[in-house]
């Protein structure tokens, strides 16, 4: 009995390393409209913006994608989740997300952070900083960071794997911005954009 216990376990967590949907569904909590906290079920435009970057990735190794979008859609939950997933079970994963203010990137990294603290007992790897701005895992060496567009220095200075420029259109100075924070992220594997 215990074996198979053991295996249905280790099936369970394979799952939830490769399956972002599954692994949102039973390890993400976020907040409704109505205020409660429940789980992330990926709504229709979620799932066709995960099958698309997943292709992506499959095909080029790398995902560089530019998504228009209508409100409410979820994109940026959705974008936070995949980064998450990748940033708490990777090795050395820097994500880093920029916002257009500053109140967008506190709320972009609430997200984040709530998705840590409803994690189920044992999924973190442990902490070594956690502030308003970055999560950092302590066994995996990865980070979570946000910062918001105004400095066009942001991103000079770092190596990421995987960026989300939240609001775009509303960056100012964006020439600069791209031109430091694009070069932040190498054209390789296993990187995004």
């Not at 390890?27 to 409660?36: E, M, P, S, V, Y």
């Not at 435009?45 to 292709?55: I, M, P, S, W």
């Amino acid at each position: 009995m215990t074996q198979i216990s053991s295996m249905a376990r280790q099936k369970a967590f394979e799952l939830i390393q490769t399956d972002l949907p599954t692994f949102a569904r039973h390890c993400l909590k976020i907040r409704d409209k109505q205020g409660h906290i429940v789980p992330l079920v990926f709504n229709e435009a979620q799932l066709y913006t995960h099958r698309k970057l997943e292709e992506q990735k499959k095909k080029l190794g790398f995902v560089r994608a530019l998504i228009l979008k209508g409100r409410q859609q979820g994109m940026s939950t959705y974008i936070a989740a995949r980064y998450f997933h990748r940033t708490l079970l990777g090795r050395g994963t820097t994500t880093f997300i920029l916002s257009h203010e500053a109140k967008s990137t506190s709320a972009l990294f609430d997200m984040v952070k709530r998705y840590h603290d409803h994690l189920p007992a044992g999924l973190s790897p442990g902490l070594d900083t956690a502030n308003k701005n970055q999560l950092k895992f302590t066994s995996t060496e990865s980070e979570y960071t946000v910062g918001t567009a105004g400095n066009e220095d942001v991103g000079r200075s770092m190596t990421i794997k995987q960026l989300h420029c939240s609001e775009v259109a509303f960056y100012e100075r964006t020439d600069q911005l791209e031109t430091g924070l694009f070069q932040a992220v190498a054209d390789m594997p296993d990187t995004e954009v």
